[in-house]
């Protein structure tokens, strides 16, 4: 899309988990993307690096996850009246057709004392790809009705618990949010979560004191949400134990990162 002045040689060093639903392939892209940018002397914003790198087709998220991080509402691509399905009818545009990241509707850091505890189970693989494509394009239209539910979540008493920094509220309203979407996407991933490990995995993070749980994307990583470092790391070793009977996975205790990505300028003799 943009030539170079000159070869570039990459070297990656560690890189997040593919296809477990963190959002791995937007972030490699996007980073290699900038890097290339930056080294080439292209005045690109994330947005155009992210068109290029073909990001961004199904939702923006990870693209503004990568430019300042925190709670981040995506407002979706824009959908268009089709006259070759019901008339009337609202659809998602083709890929070939989507040419903006969707915009960015509401942004806000994480308080820091909220710690999240991820679990990645040893289980088949989330969507992804081609296959992933194929799930959005066979999904099902939303009910009305769900969606109305989403969105009174969402905006009564999500967004107004992270301001106020009301934990339980806010997870109390993450749990339902995330059982709604799962059943929207039940038709095409089996269930309301990816497989049934990850739907015991949320049920016990939540019997064992996180205030909210969910899936990642696609999965089959799941998460709960804690207030304060202690308490995440119990919870972190009660799913550890979970899954030494269970096939085992990896576990991690984290708090929100509210920044972008940075980029460092290491001096080599090379």
Not at 80 to 88: E, K, L, N, T, Y
Not at 154 to 160: I, N, V
Request: hydrophobic residues 45%; proline residues 6%; contains cysteine.
């Amino acid at each position: 899309r943009y030539p170079l002045p000159y070869g570039v040689r990459l070297r990656l060093k560690a890189s997040i988990p593919a296809h477990v639903g963190l959002g791995s392939g937007t972030q490699l892209a996007l980073a290699v993307g900038t890097a290339l940018a930056r080294l080439g002397g292209l005045k690109l914003s994330t947005a155009e690096i992210a068109v290029a790198m073909g990001r961004g087709v199904h939702s923006g998220i990870g693209i503004a996850a990568f430019q300042q991080g925190g709670f981040v509402l995506d407002g979706g691509h824009r959908l268009a009246r089709s006259r070759q399905v019901v008339p009337g009818a609202d659809v998602r545009l083709p890929p070939a057709a989507q040419k903006e990241i969707p915009p960015i509707l509401f942004h806000h850091p994480f308080p820091q004392d909220w710690y999240f505890v991820v679990v990645v189970p040893e289980v088949a693989a989330g969507f992804s790809g081609e296959q992933e494509q194929r799930a959005f394009e066979t999904l099902p239209q939303a009910p009305a009705t769900l969606v109305e539910k989403i969105s009174r979540l969402l905006l009564m008493k999500m967004l107004p618990s992270l301001i106020e920094r009301d934990i339980i509220g806010f997870g109390q309203a993450l749990t339902e949010v995330q059982r709604l979407v799962g059943d929207c996407f039940a038709a095409v991933q089996g269930g309301r979560y990816a497989n049934p490990l990850s739907e015991r995995l949320i049920g016990h993070l939540l019997n064992s004191g996180a205030v909210g749980a969910g899936q990642s994307s696609w999965g089959p990583t799941v998460y709960g949400l804690m207030a304060g470092e202690e308490a995440a790391l119990r919870l972190a070793e009660e799913a550890r134990r979970f899954l030494a009977g269970q096939g085992g996975g990896r576990v991690s205790c984290v708090r929100a990162d509210n920044r972008g990505a940075r980029i460092r300028r290491i001096n080599s003799p090379v």
